[in-house]
């Protein structure tokens, strides 16, 4: 660095020139540095002007007879050019000789620290900085003077005591062979203020972005190189794919490599059409773990939207996360809605989608169908002597029998209970299908070991043709149940094939059967409840549990057909405890006193744990066991009294009445009254039709009701359905009475069930 009295010296960062000018120097000098405005935006700073120096101080020329330069827009003498431009530097400008003092400042230097210039010539500029911030400053100072220059960020203590932060910068002049700093200082607090907030909105992203279930993400691809890359991802990245960001933050490949084999070509072709189009990418694909075994991969879901960059790269910005548990729970909920739980087979939702794809497909290759509908004969006997545990261990074992026979001839699967179906397609399969029948007949009369024991259960099969019996899957399983009835008709072990002539009378008692049961296992079976009347009150004090079915197809079935049916078919128990616990439940909402009557059959007297298991229910259901009156009719005691009579005083000891439905219609002693525990008699409605014109009628119900005042009972007259009819019951001496008259019965809302 030369001395300014040397002719032309460099001033580090611009240029000089000086003359001789009596006992002093006058120097012409230009200075262009690099300095930081506002914001952070670099800016060249140009300094231009002429001093004089003369003794300790550096001060501008005036020179009168100099012409005028216009310098930001003002006129100004050309001895007043330097202070003219120092005020556009953009911040605060100063000059330090070496005993730290300042030797000239611009305005902006008084105006931002609030102090005058003789309070400034006094100061060191150590004193516009806080304690903590001194030692700092200091070296800076020293690092000039050793080095050159020096820059430093550090909050500027103002006579007001604000503390606004500057970013100072520091260079070494020389001027008469004495060395000063050049100094700038630019006003960064909303610099720093911006870049803070900014600090923390990244900060809360990252922190919100880790707690996220999952890995947001950048992907990005390069058109020219081929190459995908990922610039950001969040914490999960490893936890969703597998990999590290090192890994794939300029090559994600590692990423890619991990994708399963079956699932690679869906998802590049998914990617690639994202890519050419810009529409979401949305796939579920499996990661593999290290060594790649398939059984032990993640299934991941990713979501993301493609951009295209000005460099014509793309951009996903996505979101990806690990549905493993999701996928295993929406696989079994398929398999449990498809696959019959015991066996592993089909299920009656799964054959019925097959029938019908092979109905399609037959008829577009001119293949022929066999339906084979299996039933196994009395097989209620097996779960009512040994269990329904040995009963489903029984059916694992013939299911497996049914696998082996059938093998690839063709589709078996279980509908419920103890019925099966097969499905056979082929050129020609009526034989094939018939030989498959006998074979299967065959096959299920051998005996099974389950727990220890021997058991033997034989099955009969009905068989429907496609085209021949029918062309859709209904008519063929409506056919192929009529054929089932046929066989067992005709004994144990037989199959039968559908043929026109079956009667309507058999197919339609063999549905009807069918449909009971599924509507029995559907608990489908709804309620109605009919009133019962205090003739000398007129309040209803009774309900009637009326067992209803309405099907999906023939609409409501007569309940003494299908009641009936359940009785012979072992369905009544089953059918009976639905209606019982919907009785229950609705009867303990609508009031607090009423008695809700229900009508048992004979066959569930039979069951050692009726009793307890209907008082257990009333009290699930909100109902006092003692609100409740078993029905039972005269057939009842036709044989086995003992049984019957053991569980009906068992209900009385519980507080439960007991009534004789139909009374007068049935078992032609009375001596059975004398043993049984009954409260009532409900006489049937047969004595209560033309009972004012019926003489015959008028004194039976006379009999009847003086029976029953002589035996302790109370007595309701049924089907009432006129106002006559009311006055006469009433007149006759009955105390209740019931009938459309004084209401009919009244469907339960399925919720109350």
């Not at 220059?149 to 004495?178: C, H, I, K, N, W």
């Not at 269990?387 to 026979?405: I, Q």
Request: glycine fraction near 8%.
């Amino acid at each position: 660095m030369r001395s300014l009295a040397s002719g032309r010296p460099a001033i580090k960062g611009g240029g000089a020139a000086e003359e001789e000018r009596g006992s002093g120097h006058v120097l012409d000098w230009v200075s262009a540095r690099s300095a930081r405005g506002g914001q952070g935006v670099s800016q060249r700073v140009m300094l231009v002007g002429r001093m004089a120096h003369s003794g300790e101080s550096l001060m501008p020329e005036h020179d009168e007879s100099a012409p005028e330069l216009t310098v930001t827009g003002s006129s100004v003498p050309p001895g007043n050019l330097l202070d003219a431009v120092l005020q556009t530097v953009p911040g605060i400008f100063y000059l330090i000789d070496s005993k730290q003092r300042f030797r000239r400042w611009n305005a902006s230097f008084e105006q931002v620290t609030g102090y005058s210039a003789s309070e400034i010539a006094a100061m060191s500029p150590l004193d516009l900085f806080a304690p903590e911030h001194r030692e700092e400053v200091r070296g800076a100072i020293r690092r000039v003077f050793e080095c050159g220059e020096a820059s430093l960020e550090a909050p500027l203590l103002t006579r007001s005591g604000q503390t606004p932060v500057f970013r100072y910068s520091g260079q070494l002049v020389d001027v008469d062979g004495e060395p000063l700093i050049a100094g700038i200082g630019v006003d960064i607090s909303e610099q720093k203020a911006a870049e803070r907030a900014s600090a923390r909105q990244t900060e809360q992203f990252r922190h919100v972005a880790g707690q996220v279930p999952g890995v947001i993400y950048q992907l990005r691809y390069e058109p020219g190189t081929g190459i995908f890359s990922m610039p950001y991802a969040s914490a999960k990245l490893f936890e969703v794919f597998g990999v590290e960001h090192s890994e794939v933050v300029e090559n994600a490949q590692a990423l890619f490599d991990r994708i399963a084999p079956e699932d690679e070509a869906r998802v590049q072709r998914a990617a690639e059409q994202s890519r050419q189009s810009l529409c979401r990418f949305h796939e579920q694909f499996r990661m593999l773990p290290p060594g790649g075994q398939l059984e032990h991969a993640e299934w991941v879901e990713v979501d993301s939207s493609p951009e295209r960059d000005q460099d014509g790269a793309v951009t996903w910005h996505g979101f990806a996360r690990l549905i493993t548990g999701r996928r295993r729970m929406e696989d079994e909920l398929v398999r449990l809605a498809y696959e019959d739980a015991l066996t592993g087979m089909p299920n009656r939702t799964s054959l019925q989608l097959r029938l019908e794809e092979q109905i399609a497909e037959a008829s577009i290759v001119g293949q022929e169908l066999a339906l084979l509908h299996l039933d196994l004969d009395n097989f209620k006997d097996i779960n009512d002597i040994w269990g329904h545990g040995s009963g489903d261990r029984l059916l694992e074992e013939l299911a497996g029998r049914l696998r082996e026979v059938v093998g690839d001839r063709g589709l078996v699967g279980r509908l419920g209970g103890d019925e099966f179906l097969i499905i056979v397609q082929g050129e020609s399969v009526e034989g094939p299908a018939a030989r498959l029948a006998s074979a299967l007949c065959a096959a299920m009369d051998s005996p099974v070991s389950v727990d220890d024991r021997l058991l033997r259960v034989t099955a009969s099969i009905g068989m429907s043709l496609f085209p021949k019996d029918g062309e859709t899957a209904e008519d063929l399983l409506r056919h192929a149940d009529a054929a089932l009835y046929r066989a067992k008709e005709e004994g144990p072990s037989n199959w039968a094939s559908y043929t026109p002539e079956l009667t309507a009378a058999a197919m339609a008692r063999r549905y009807l059967e069918t449909e009971l049961r599924g509507a029995v296992d559907r608990d489908e079976i709804q309620v109605a409840l009919q009133p019962v009347v205090d003739l000398s009150s007129g309040e209803v004090v009774a309900y009637e549990a009326l067992a209803r079915w309405h099907h999906r197809e023939d609409g409501w079935i007569d309940p003494e057909q299908f009641i009936a049916l359940a009785e012979s078919r072992g369905l009544v128990a089953a059918l009976g405890e639905q209606v019982y616990r919907k009785a229950m439940r609705a009867v303990a909402r609508i009031d607090a006193t009423s008695r809700l009557s229900i009508n048992v059959a004979p066959v569930q007297l039979k069951d050692p744990q009726f009793a307890r298991r209907l008082v257990r229910m009333a009290r699930d259901c909100g109902l006092q066991p003692a609100r409740l009156e078993v029905e039972i009719t005269e057939r009842a005691f036709m044989d086995e009294l003992a049984d019957k009579l053991e569980q009906l005083e068992s209900l009385r000891r519980q507080g439960i009445a007991i009534a004789i439905d139909d009374f007068g219609t049935g078992y032609s002693s009375l001596a059975y009254l004398r043993h049984l525990p009954v409260q009532r008699l409900k006489i049937d409605q047969v004595f209560v039709r033309g009972l004012a014109s019926n003489p015959k009628n008028s004194a039976i119900m006379k009999a009847i009701v003086t029976l029953a005042r002589e035996l302790g009972f109370s007595v309701t007259a049924e089907g009432v359905q006129s106002a006559e009819e009311l006055e006469e019951v009433r007149a006759h001496g009955c105390d209740c009475a019931q009938g459309w008259h004084l209401g009919r019965g009244q469907l339960v809302e399925l919720e109350a069930s």
